[in-house]
């Protein structure tokens, strides 16, 4: 067993636009019974290619390992994993309302504009707020807000990009996979 | 937005192969007429059944081999593959032919076997509807293989089937799936062939790092103690020659892997001998001795490591892989070269001096004769009543001079058969060794006298073993295949037992076994064979078997509770090898 404590890290796949590489990636972690905190997918800046970033809890003997097992793939073209100060990243949380709650003295408008939240919609009988940030932000405003009621929330997974400056293109041509 | 200038998929230029106006099925056949593929394993079904129709009329060109069951199909394929260094192809309908095709897919990917593998698959509008024989097994077998993908149009089916083989065969080799739907057969389509060159995303072979090489002919040419563990790589990588011209430069003592057998010549003054659980005493223990491990395509599997924490303590490690996941997955490299085997021996060769390591080897030899008093002898000298399953492999070894291709199941008698035959010619050993897949060794011995024909092919099976796959005796009838078959029955799920034995107080919990009279089973095949169960019977039974011009079953009864020695238990260090 490895005793080591486990470090938090945001991995980048880089992956082509191919049906089932979900399914092929998260195998990869389920299989060594690792817990996906977070999973976002969305085109990249290049055509055609997806990237995938997946926030885990792993021991740092184990994570260049587990790039290796995702790179193994053969539509993935690239992985990277980070630590948080290696990256930007952010979060999203939607909250929803009564409107009742909003419109009846301003607390909860206090809370909103503190947290630097905006206000998306409002309807007669709800209101959705929304915030950016990081886990710990949007959480803190879900706290605010739970005493004047939330109907609904939900979070987004991490989106994160990382500091360095060389772009994807340029490592696989370092690796060979391009010309 | 930023594109990619290399495409996805390069295709060569050359179109190989076309028909206008054909159908998908023709197109899946057509196909794998342009790859040479010459022998199909296979069992048909309703969603197949167009490309079972369109080979009708290509039987001239391609054979077909109609197995007992997809499992047997499955491992046919392997064997094939393993002794011709090519994809191994099967087919198999959808639903519970598809499944059953799981266990071999798994064996192929832990072994490195190249295979494609075609499955019907219901029509398009079907899916996701539990449609009759409606297996998801695109999802299935997504963590053991390669590469998979669903083929819904006929128009796909060429490049589909140009990348399959494409994948299966290069680096690393492995199992791939295409699973057909049943309207993409039918339809319609103009057929060209093209085959696959290039995928951007998949890097099957990377460029040597000349720095590496130089660090590592360093660390060769200074060492004192070192072992090259030779693995399954150099038989991919068809390094044989290269390899041994490196080991006698360099004076490099080599130890086998279980899938490196026969890479080298056990003959050779430098092989030391066999790694492993159930390997050789000296390679084991001096493993914790040594000073350089020259690791070379192999992937420190865990019966070959014994416990990762007391591993190979002194030990500078050069590790020579081409799948950049293995590198430091089980053992940390010191000098890590990714790359093809045959390559980086090629390089590393004029970089090494050289050298003599008669002391190091002469070390090698006092534990040899070690292991030769303690356990060879022991097992040779008939103190029994009963034959001993070493009698068995080691007359066998002298009678067909190391010559043969031995197929073994799992089992005791697949740690002897692998430790006593003395593998004389190169692509000899067609083994489960990752996966430990009983029932391998029938059908992958039919695979692989298909593969071979001028080749004898001796299966060596249990009576557990042989249980799960004799159906295959089928297969043999009815395609008049001259392999050559040996059960050592012991009457026991002898391995098992032997744990059981030594770790769990002798309580045999399920592992005593009854077996059929498997003689008279085989004669309901119409494959010949004899019963053994005298020493002195031994010798003439086994050339009767040899000198059989077809296929011939030899069941030898041996010694119930034999065991098999040297050992290392799971997870004890390779020094504390037990010898007896
Ligand atoms: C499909 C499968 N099921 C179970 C096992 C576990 N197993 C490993 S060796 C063994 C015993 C094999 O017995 P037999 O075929 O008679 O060979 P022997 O060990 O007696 O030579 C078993 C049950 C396995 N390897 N494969």
């Known amino acids: 067993m490895n005793t080591e404590a486990k470090k938090q890290y945001t991995i980048s796949v880089f992956t082509e636009d191919k049906i089932g590489l979900l399914n092929r990636i998260t195998i990869i972690f389920t299989r060594r019974k690792i817990n996906v905190e977070s999973l976002t997918v969305s085109e990249s800046e290049t055509k055609g290619i997806f990237r995938f970033t997946i926030v885990i809890e792993l021991e740092p003997s184990n994570i260049e390992k587990l790039r290796g097992q995702l790179e193994k793939q053969v539509e993935v073209l690239k992985a990277f994993y980070y630590q948080d100060h290696d990256i930007v990243y952010q979060e999203i949380g939607l909250y929803k309302i009564s409107t009742s709650e909003f419109v009846n003295g301003d607390k909860v408008e206090n809370i909103i504009r503190k947290n630097n939240a905006r206000i998306l919609r409002i309807e007669p009988d709800y209101t959705i707020v929304e915030k950016t940030g990081h886990e710990e932000e949007t959480r803190a405003l879900f706290e605010e807000l739970e005493p004047h009621g939330i109907l609904s929330f939900v979070r987004s997974g991490r989106v994160a990009i990382a500091k360095p400056m060389k772009r994807l293109h340029v490592y696989l041509k370092e690796i060979g996979k391009l010309d | 937005m930023l594109v990619l200038e290399q495409p996805f998929v390069e295709t060569e230029k050359e179109v190989i192969a076309s028909k206008p106006n054909t159908t998908g099925a023709e197109a899946v056949i057509l196909s794998l007429l342009a ?45 094939y593959a393993r002794v011709r260094r090519k994809a191994g192809v099967c087919f198999a309908t959808s639903g519970p032919g598809a499944t059953n095709l799981i266990t071999g897919i798994a064996d192929a990917m832990v072994d490195s076997t190249p295979l494609v593998c075609i499955t019907g698959q219901v029509t398009e509008g079907l899916l996701g509807t539990d449609a009759f024989q409606e297996t998801d097994v695109v999802g299935i077998s997504m963590p053991i293989t390669k590469w ?50 290039r995928i951007r995303s998949y890097l099957p072979k990377r460029a040597l790092v000349p720095e590496k090489i130089a660090e590592a002919a360093e660390l060769i040419n200074s060492c004192k103690k070192p072992l090259v563990l030779a693995g399954h790589g150099i038989l991919i990588a068809k390094a044989q020659e290269v390899f041994q011209e490196f080991i006698e430069k360099s004076g490099l003592p080599v130890a086998s892997t279980l899938l490196g057998l026969s890479a080298m010549s056990v003959e050779h003054p430098n092989y030391v001998g066999y790694l492993g659980m159930h390997g050789n005493y000296g390679p084991n223990v001096k493993t914790n001795e040594a000073d350089l491990l020259i690791a070379v395509g192999m992937r420190f599997d865990d019966r070959v490591t014994g416990g990762l924490d007391t591993y190979a303590p002194d030990a500078k490690v050069i590790h020579i892989e081409i799948d950049p996941s293995e590198i430091n997955k089980n053992v940390k490299a010191t000098v890590p070269i990714i790359g093809d085997a045959k390559e980086a021996l090629e390089a590393l060769l004029p970089h090494v001096n050289e050298r003599k390591y008669d002391e190091w080897l002469a070390e090698f030899a006092e534990c040899d004769r070690l292991e030769d008093e303690k356990v060879v002898q022991k097992a040779l000298a008939p103190t029994t009543e009963k034959i001993k399953m ?130 008279t089973l085989a004669s309901a095949y119409g494959v010949k064979g004899i019963q053994v169960t005298d020493r002195d019977k031994l010798e003439s039974g086994l050339t009767q078997m040899l000198e059989s011009k077809e296929s011939f079953l030899l069941e030898v009864i041996v010694e119930k509770e034999e065991n098999v020695f040297p050992m290392v238990p799971s997870g004890a260090s390779v020094s504390d090898i037990r010898l007896e």
């Open chain 2, 35 to 79: 790859e040479n593929v010459d022998t199909i394993f296979g069992y048909p079904g309703g969603a197949i059944m167009p490309i079972y129709d369109a080979l009708y009329d290509y039987l001239d060109k391609v054979k077909h081999i109609l197995t007992r069951h997809e499992q047997g199909a499955i491992h046919a394929a392997q064997g």
């Open chain 2, 390 to 519: 070493v009698e068995v492999i080691k007359m066998l070894s002298d009678k067909t001079e190391g010559k043969a291709v031995i197929v073994t199941d799992v089992g005791q008698h697949q740690m002897i058969a692998t430790r006593y035959y003395k593998f004389a010619e190169t692509e000899s050993n067609v083994t489960s060794g990752g996966l430990g897949t009983m029932g391998f060794a029938l059908p992958a011995a039919i695979g692989a006298k298909i593969g071979v024909p001028h080749r004898d092919v001796i299966a060596v099976a249990g009576d557990g073993g042989f249980q799960m796959t004799l159906q295959e005796l089928g297969t043999i009838m009815q395609n008049d295949i001259p392999v050559k078959i040996i059960v050592l029955n012991n009457h026991f799920l002898g391995m098992v037992r032997q744990w059981q034995e030594l770790f769990f107080d002798r309580r045999y919990s399920f592992t005593d076994i009854e077996s059929p009279d498997f003689v």
């Open chain 2, 148 to 197: 998979n993908y669903q083929v819904t149009k006929a128009e796909e089916i060429p490049q589909a089937i140009a990348k399959a083989f494409y994948i299966a065969e290069s680096g690393r080799p492995g199992p791939v799936l295409l699973d057909i739907t049943k309207n993409a057969q039918f339809e319609g389509c103009d057929f060209k062939y093209q085959k696959c060159r």
